[in-house]
Nanobody, 122 residues
Framework: QVQLVQSGGGLVQPGGSLRLSCAAS????????MGWFRQAPGKEREFVAG???????NYPDSVKGRFTISRDNAKNTGYLQMNSLKFEDTAVYYC????????????????WGQGTQVTVSS
């Protein structure tokens, strides 16, 4: 079992930045792939970033060049750095983990953080 606890998030103006953290406990975090997803009201959960155990990352076009996923296996923590935030980035953000390679499909992930609200507003 892996437990994921998120921190970060909040209210930011358009063009601003936020960093989300996802602290893992339980089994060895370094062996897991991690993903970040978001869900806006009335919408499906959407993939925003994924990273393999070795650091290979992937992003959809909607966030590429603005969001950066990273991980510190020594600290059992993953991060999502979000820059140049837009109104449409407003959502609840979730980190997730699975024991094999990352995917863009939320149902492929076995473990989830509690979610954190990100609101982009002027």
């Amino acid at each position: 079992q892996v437990q994921l606890v998120q921190s970060g998030g909040g209210l930011v103006q358009p063009g601003g930045s936020l960093r989300l953290s996802c602290a893992a406990s339980g089994r060895t975090f370094s062996g897991y792939a991690m993903g970040w997803f978001r869900q806006a009201p009335g919408k499906e959960r959407e993939f925003v970033a994924g990273i393999s155990w070795s650091g290979t990352s992937n992003y959809p076009d909607s966030v590429k060049g603005r969001f950066t996923i990273s991980r510190d296996n020594a600290k059992n923590t993953g991060y999502l750095q979000m820059n140049s935030l837009k109104f449409e980035d407003t959502a609840v953000y979730y980190c997730a983990a699975r024991s094999t390679y990352y995917t863009r499909t939320a149902t492929d992930y076995d473990y989830w953080g509690q979610g954190t609200q990100v609101t982009v507003s002027s």
